[in-house]
Nanobody, 127 residues
Framework: QVQLVESGGGLVQAGGSLRLSCAASGRTFSSYHMGWFRQTPGKEREFVAAVSRSSIITYYADSVKGRFTISRDNGKNTVYLQMNSLKPEDTAVYYC????????????????????WGQGTQVTVSS
């Protein structure tokens, strides 16, 4: 089992940058694929980015491609989301998630692939 704690959220102006971090407990972090999702009030949680166990494969939502970068440091049990050129529509609560599934396929772009979730961190982008 793994526990996930996000940090790095905050208020930023449009065009600015933030880096989110997600620290994982336990010694098996490298066994998990990791993802970032976001949610706004009244809407379903939506996929943002995912990275495979060994960082070989990454997936991105079309809305963030070229602006966001997911990465992980298995030695530090941490996954990151670097967010550049932020837009007001990026405003949301951002969640990191861990998946123990064997395959590192596009199923990682969907919430059912993930067993573990953090509590979320608020990102607000002002216009």
């Amino acid at each position: 089992q793994v526990q996930l704690v996000e940090s790095g959220g905050g208020l930023v102006q449009a065009g600015g940058s933030l880096r989110l971090s997600c620290a994982a407990s336990g010694r098996t972090f490298s066994s998990y694929h990791m993802g970032w999702f976001r949610q706004t009030p009244g809407k379903e949680r939506e996929f943002v980015a995912a990275v495979s166990r060994s960082s070989i494969i990454t997936y991105y939502a079309d809305s963030v491609k070229g602006r966001f970068t997911i990465s992980r440091d298995n030695g530090k049990n941490t996954v990151y989301l670097q967010m550049n050129s932020l837009k007001p529509e990026d405003t949301a609560v951002y969640y990191c998630a861990g998946s123990i599934r064997f395959a590192q396929d596009m199923a990682l772009m969907r919430t059912p692939a993930y067993e573990y979730w953090g509590q979320g961190t608020q990102v607000t982008v002002s216009s």
